[in-house]
């Protein structure tokens, strides 16, 4: 079974801070991807990364960037926190085969006061 | 640009079928993914169609007209636990292969 781990359930920061959200997988897969899942809006990719080092914008990437620098591990910063990204943050992995599913960490609900 | 749509709520009973319903329209298509969400967890995968027609996985049935950007899961036999969301996804091509663009999702609750 493929295990993707996101390094915190909860989490609490202040405005202003730099938040780090981490997520490792034990597969080996190549693409790994960073949502946030908001009531009303559905899931929406802030960037993907589909090699170490190598990372793509998706749809929402503004006050956010992206570490790959082992291919397990996929990180998540928030250069600045602001309380519009208070939200429920998944990370999730597939390997290189188009029709393959992605698999899903069980998400950090991040609040930022 | 990516659209997909699908109903944001539905409701049925124990025991029924339900239909939930999913349009797209994206700029290249290379597959349509449907997955379970329940309150407070990650999404599950359920059912992968890249061509037409009606894939079955037991209770579960997902169907794919690709000319009319539509797909359709059907849940039968319902229970109290298949009270969730479900996420359409639609699989890019090319540079952004493995890349998903997913619908908001349909509330689904299932009364006794």
């Known amino acids: 079974d493929v295990k993707v781990t996101q390094s915190s359930r909860y989490l609490v920061k202040r405005t202003g801070e730099k938040v780090f959200l981490e997520c490792v997988q034990d597969m080996d897969h190549e693409n790994m991807f960073w949502y946030r899942q908001d009531p009303g809006l559905g899931l929406r990719l802030i960037y993907f990364s589909y090699d170490v080092k190598m990372k793509e914008k998706g749809d929402i990437p503004e006050g956010y960037s992206v570490s790959r620098e082992k291919k397990e591990r996929f990180s998540l910063i928030l250069e600045s926190a602001s309380t519009n990204q208070t939200s429920m943050y998944l990370c999730?992995?597939?390997?290189?085969?188009?029709?393959?599913?992605?698999?899903f960490g069980d998400g950090t609900r991040l609040s930022i006061l | 640009g990516q659209n997909i749509d699908q109903p944001t709520e539905m409701t049925a009973t124990e025991g029924a079928i339900v239909q939930i319903n999913c349009t797209y329209q994206?700029?290249?298509?290379?597959?349509l993914f449907w997955y379970q969400q329940h309150a407070g967890e990650a999404p599950t995968f359920l059912s992968y169609n890249v061509l037409d027609g009606l894939e079955e996985k037991g209770r579960f049935s997902s169907f794919l007209s690709r000319s009319k950007g539509y797909s359709y899961l059907l849940l039968k036999e319902l229970q109290m636990k298949d009270s969730a969301s479900y996420l359409c996804a639609v699989l890019g091509r090319g540079s952004t292969l493995g890349r998903l663009y997913f619908g908001r999702g349909t509330q689904l609750t299932v009364w006794p």
């Open positions: 999730a992995t597939t390997g290189i085969q188009s029709n393959q599913p992605q698999h």
């Open positions: 994206t700029s290249g298509f290379n597959g």
